[in-house]
């Protein structure tokens, strides 16, 4: 051993004197840091083609949850509305869909519901916004008016309400669609709307406005008004998650900054509603980005993100247990794009979805924490 350790010493110094001057080495990227992979989290299996994109999903019970994205063989192809249902043993896909289906350019954007029996799935097609509803029996088809396309959709009881966006001369125009028991009834804002929530009667939609988080509110009978909450520079919010009226959970991102190549240094932002003011919750120094959230209890909160820097084929997980805040990360293979989260009513369970790029072609991946 001592022979071989004075060889390796000599051959060090032998290469030393005789080697070409080192380059000047690159500027230090961001350093790796300690990451936790989690053993709760199981991979389900899901039957979809390479190029299926799921981006929301929802659930009523262990036996009842829902999926939604759109196919495409390929970027310049058409694409064509996806539904996914779980029955408690396994995920089949939904051949009612006949409206969209074999609609060329359709897509399925969001669902949500609040019982087995009161199910709403939204999405577009060259006609512009569409919903269905299943009420246990069969689908019903409820248009939305105007063009444009959908971003998401909350079920409160008899009451939906529907977030997108239109194109207009002067830029993207984000509006709000409510059902009212016959028809949806549009309202036009200003801002970026990304997400919403209904509950108890009451409206919450997550956004950004003017490069800051912003967070939209409609009280029971009232008007859907912009709040106060924390102005951070660069942040936005992406996902929002109603525990009560006095218990409300928006996640997003701040943003790094900026050079002509990439965007480093982004950071997970968490804002929650107390019932008198919306506050920055603190996290610890992590990087990376917040897509989803949803919660057990006020004091059981899970966000789903990513880190793109430093483990971009990883979900990023973050758990709030009534203390403190925990991070993990779920092993899976390629890289990270859209994800969805939502709990199972009635348990301990969560389910992720993430529309994730593998190959070619999307192909989802469905997790599950029993």
Request: proline fraction near 7%; charged fraction near 25%; hydrophobic fraction near 40%.
């Amino acid at each position: 051993m001592k022979k071989i350790a004075a060889a390796l010493a000599c051959l060090g110094v032998l290469t030393a004197c005789t080697a070409e001057p080192r380059a000047t080495p690159p500027p230090p990227g961001p350093m790796l840091e300690e990451f936790t992979l989690s053993q709760r989290w199981e991979q389900v299996k899901i039957d979809a083609t390479a190029g299926t994109a799921l981006v929301d999903m929802t659930a009523t019970g262990p036996r009842d949850a829902w999926a939604v994205g759109l196919y495409a063989s390929a970027e310049d192809e058409p694409g064509y509305f996806v539904l996914k249902h779980w029955d408690g043993s396994r995920w089949r896909a939904v051949s009612a869909l006949r409206r969209f289906t074999d609609e060329e350019f359709s897509s399925g954007a969001a669902v949500d519901a609040d019982g087995p029996r009161n199910v709403w799935v939204a999405g577009d097609d060259e006609n512009g916004p569409c919903t269905l509803q299943w009420n246990g029996r069969r689908w019903l088809e409820r248009r939305v008016p105007g063009d444009g396309w959908v971003d998401d959709i909350a079920v409160d009881g008899k009451r939906v309400v529907l977030i997108g966006a239109r194109s207009r001369a002067e830029g993207t125009v984000p509006y709000t669609s409510s059902w009212d028991g016959s028809r949806f009834v549009n309202e036009t804002f200003e801002g970026k709307f990304t997400a919403v929530v209904a509950g108890a009667g009451h409206t919450w939609i997550a956004g950004e406005h003017a490069n800051l988080p912003a967070v939209w509110h409609r009280p029971p009978g009232g008007r859907l008004e912009r709040m106060a909450v924390p102005a951070v520079p660069g942040g936005s919010l992406a996902d929002i998650w109603q525990n009560g009226p006095d218990d409300v959970l928006a996640v997003g991102t701040i943003a790094g900054p900026k050079d002509e190549n990439a965007t480093y240094g982004a950071r997970p932002l968490i804002l929650r509603w107390d019932g008198t003011a919306w506050r920055r919750t603190e996290l610890p120094d992590w990087h990376g980005e917040l897509q989803a959230v949803t919660a057990l209890g006020k004091d059981d909160v899970w966000a789903a993100g990513v880190d793109v820097e430093l483990q971009p084929g990883r979900v990023m997980m973050l758990h709030y247990d009534g203390r403190s805040w925990t991070r993990e990360f779920l092993r899976s293979a390629g890289m990270v794009n859209k994800l969805s989260l939502t709990r199972v009513p009635g348990t301990s369970q969560l389910w992720l979805t993430d529309a994730r790029e593998v190959g070619e072609g999307d192909e989802p991946v469905v997790f599950r924490r029993p």
